[in-house]
């Protein structure tokens, strides 16, 4: 069994920053990709962002491109999302996920944290 757990989210003004977590627990967990997701009020989820377990290739949505930064950090079992200059259309709730294959089949989710940018 897995479990993630998501943190670091909350209230902030449009141009603000937020860094959230991805703590994941429970069986030995290796060789994961990582992906960072979120989802609008009335929107489809969508990809945010994803890593390899070595760190070495990311992967990024346009939209965050520039502003955001996807990080880990293997012997914590954590995930970080860095989230810069952000806007009021980055409001959402926001999960991270592991997956593995290609492509990529996410099997095992947080449950989620919210971020809301005020204008």
């Known amino acids: 069994q897995v479990e993630l757990v998501e943190s670091g989210g909350g209230l902030v003004q449009a141009g603000g920053s937020v860094r959230l977590s991805c703590a994941a627990s429970?069986?030995?967990?290796?060789?994961?990709?990582t992906g960072w997701f979120r989802q609008a009020p009335g929107k489809e989820r969508e990809a945010v962002a994803s890593?390899?377990?070595?760190?070495?290739?990311?992967t990024y949505a346009d939209s965050v491109k520039g502003r955001f930064t996807i990080s880990r950090d293997n012997g914590l079992n954590t995930s970080y999302l860095q989230m810069n200059n952000l806007t009021p259309e980055d409001t959402a709730v926001y999960y991270c996920?592991?997956?593995?294959?290609?492509?990529?089949?996410?099997?095992?989710w947080g449950q989620g944290t919210q971020v809301i940018v005020s204008s």
């Open positions: 429970g069986r030995t967990l290796t060789g994961y990709r």
């Open positions: 996920a592991l997956g593995s294959g290609v492509p990529v089949t996410y099997r095992f």
């Open positions: 890593i390899s377990w070595s760190g070495s290739s990311t």
